[in-house]
């Protein structure tokens, strides 16, 4: 599989569950009292550090609930569909149809990055030259708040996620993954899954050098 094919494999998935996604996932964060607090801790930490980008934002709403505590949050995605969606509900906010993997951001822009499970769908092999792209864009002192779904092997797992293919990783490879693109941990979460939920839930809070 090639870069550009897993791309746009991501990208049409996306594009067609769109209206759904934003219907089902728009309020999610009132299920999750966890991810809130580490996300107010997060804000804290990059308020007085410059824009933040939420990259894989999806509809928009944690890119509008960063805004809402304090921060100059603007949203990328892959999906175009997501995008419009974004623009709609949230027409204040800024959002930009774009890719993770090229990042059309400046080096050392940004105060910090929310990539909250955008990453899950990465095919392994990608995924160093992922967060090499977050690191070049983050500032110094800069921080990463990452979502994804725990796993409890070294080596990643595929699993059948709803819209295409996704990826488990233990917290501690990715840790490394991090580490070597020079992204320091400075804090994490696992914890178990609720009702609805299939696997562990993880994030990981680390900082550019």
Known sequence: MTDQFSLQDTKVAYDAVATLYAELFSDILETLPLERAL???????????????????GPGHLTAHLHGLGLDAFGIDL????????RQAHPGLRFDEGSMTALDVEDGALGGI??????????PPQLPGVFAEFARVLQPGGHLLLGFFAGDD????????????????SPDSLADLLRQAGLAE????????????????????????
């Open 39 to 57: 996300l107010a801790a997060f804000a804290d930490l990059v308020r007085a550090g410059g824009p933040v980008a939420d990259i894989g934002c």
């Open 79 to 86: 999906s175009s569909e997501m995008i419009s969606l974004a």
């Open 114 to 123: 929310l990539a909250f499970y955008s990453v899950i769908h990465t095919p």
């Open 154 to 169: 070294p080596q990643p797992q595929e699993f059948d996620h709803k819209v295409t293919l996704a990826y488990r990783w």
């Open 186 to 209: 400075v804090a994490r979460m696992v914890r178990e899954p609720q009702e609805g939920e299939r696997f562990r839930q993880a994030q990981l809070l680390v900082r550019a050098g």
